[in-house]
């Protein structure tokens, strides 16, 4: 009976030693023998090369760690070794396994001496598995890629550019190639073209815009930058009328800015002076409701959406005028400095605001200084803005036709009394609506051009 219970023993106990070996070590071949090969991703936006720019390599290994990474790249017979990392992590390293690396490729394709043409970028990652006779697994990319380093070219086809300081014209320009960014240049700003107005996709239609602070030496030019990087800035023929904006003395008073800021500050002002209230409003709110409408202009329709003169709020007379220069002054100092970006048209009260033209509703709501606002986008980056309204009648999305009602005329934002504040928007920046209104000003410097390049 001992023999036999001793027998029963000894076979448990050799089952129990070993699974505390072979159970480990199971284990331990699993892990080492792990088959998932790294993954190699990359940021390049194109398969395109141009003269020089910088191609971020990321590799991933979520088993043993990376061993190697190799990148060459190849064109034709000329292989070129662009790097080569190896990481620590194998079986006898004492190091913890690199899991994760960035390589930043720095390509300069003159440099290195390729040409216009195909190549391939070549990317090999090895890992520390035990597979394939303990070489690891392995991941190859093969990009296949075209280096480009010529820069496209841009035709301008309109002739004569005669813009006003505050004012807006039109530029048509063909390239030779597609080019994901195009448009005209006005100092540092970019207005971006549209294509497929004229039926070639690669004529491009700009409404630009130069500000009222523009100077006439301002720099005009067409720009494109093609999908390698290339870029191409051409000159047109252009001049800038110069203009002079009526310069106004307000006085301030802490009566005024009781009756008409205290509402638009947390608290009701309390605990602020009369001064910090008053900038606090005149200056920071109207700069973060400026920066609100003209981002509007980002997300314009590629189409005209209007057609001939805008109109005007009927039977109304003007209170102010675009660029009118406001300094304020307060017992008697300067304080602040501002420009009026629009007209304020002042008809009989609560009077109906019709669409100036055919648009469609991208803003309707209280925007701080100009308190109930409605913008609607024409197109090309148009906008036209209604603001001090009473009553808002159309929403968001709503499409308009000319002459649809928005509104009506109110007080409300930083408005002294019952009138509507008009504006026009080129993009990002406030034009002078004069020239919208005038049916000569359109057909010569809008419409007129779009009809001389359609019939060439």
Request: charged share 20%.
């Amino acid at each position: 009976m001992n023999a036999k219970h001793n027998h029963g023993f000894g076979t448990v106990l050799l089952l129990v030693l070993l699974a505390v070996v072979l159970i480990p070590s199971a284990w331990f071949l699993y892990t080492r023998l792990e088959g998932r090969p790294p993954v190699i991703t990359h940021d390049l936006p194109q398969p395109v090369l141009g003269r020089e720019q910088t191609v971020t390599l990321t590799v991933v290994d979520d088993g043993r760690g990376l061993r190697q990474v190799r990148a060459i790249l190849r064109q034709g017979a000329k292989e070129i070794g662009l790097a080569e990392n190896s990481f620590p992590g194998g079986l006898l390293s004492a190091e913890a396994p690199v899991n994760e690396t960035a390589l930043p490729l720095r390509l300069n394709t003159v440099e290195l001496g390729l040409s216009d043409g195909p190549a391939v970028l070549e990317v090999t990652a090895v890992d520390h598995a035990w597979r394939r006779w303990w070489n690891g697994n392995q991941s190859l990319l093969e990009l296949p890629l075209t280096v480009d380093t010529q820069p496209p070219r841009a035709d301008v086809l309109t002739t004569f550019h005669y813009v006003n300081q505050g004012g807006a014209g039109l530029v048509i320009f063909r390239l030779s190639e597609d080019c994901p960014v195009a448009g005209v240049k006005v100092g540092e700003n970019f207005f971006p073209g549209v294509g497929g107005l004229l039926q070639d996709p690669r004529v491009m239609v700009t409404l630009f815009a130069v500000a009222h602070d523009q100077g006439t030496d301002t720099p005009l030019a067409v720009e494109a930058v093609d999908t390698a990087g290339n870029r191409v800035r051409a000159g047109f023929n252009h001049r800038i009328k110069p203009k002079r904006f009526p310069l106004d003395r307000l006085t301030i008073t802490d009566r005024f800015i009781q009756d008409t800021m205290f509402g638009f500050v947390p608290g009701g002002g309390a605990g602020m002076a009369s001064r910090e209230i008053f900038l606090k409003v005149n200056r920071e709110l109207r700069q973060v409701n400026y920066e609100t409408l003209t981002a509007l202009g980002a997300k314009s329709a590629g189409q005209m959406l209007w057609d001939g003169p805008f109109l005007r709020l009927p039977n109304a007379a003007p209170r102010a005028g675009f660029a009118d220069q406001r300094t304020y002054l307060y017992e008697g100092q300067e304080i602040d400095h501002q420009v009026h970006l629009g007209v304020d048209l002042a008809s009989l009260e609560r009077s109906p605001v019709p669409a100036a033209n055919s648009g469609q509703v991208v803003f309707t709501g209280f925007e701080g200084i100009y308190g109930n606002t409605v913008v609607l986008d024409h197109g090309l980056g148009l906008l036209s803005l209604y603001s001090h309204l009473s009553e808002i009648t159309v929403q968001v999305g709503q499409a308009v036709t000319k002459g649809d009602i928005l509104g009506r005329t109110g007080a409300t934002g930083l408005a002294a009394g019952d009138h509507l504040h008009f504006s026009i928007i080129v993009h990002n920046t406030f034009v002078n609506p004069i020239e919208w209104w005038d049916p000569g000003w359109i057909q010569d410097n809008v419409v007129g051009k779009l009809q001389d390049v359609r019939g060439r």
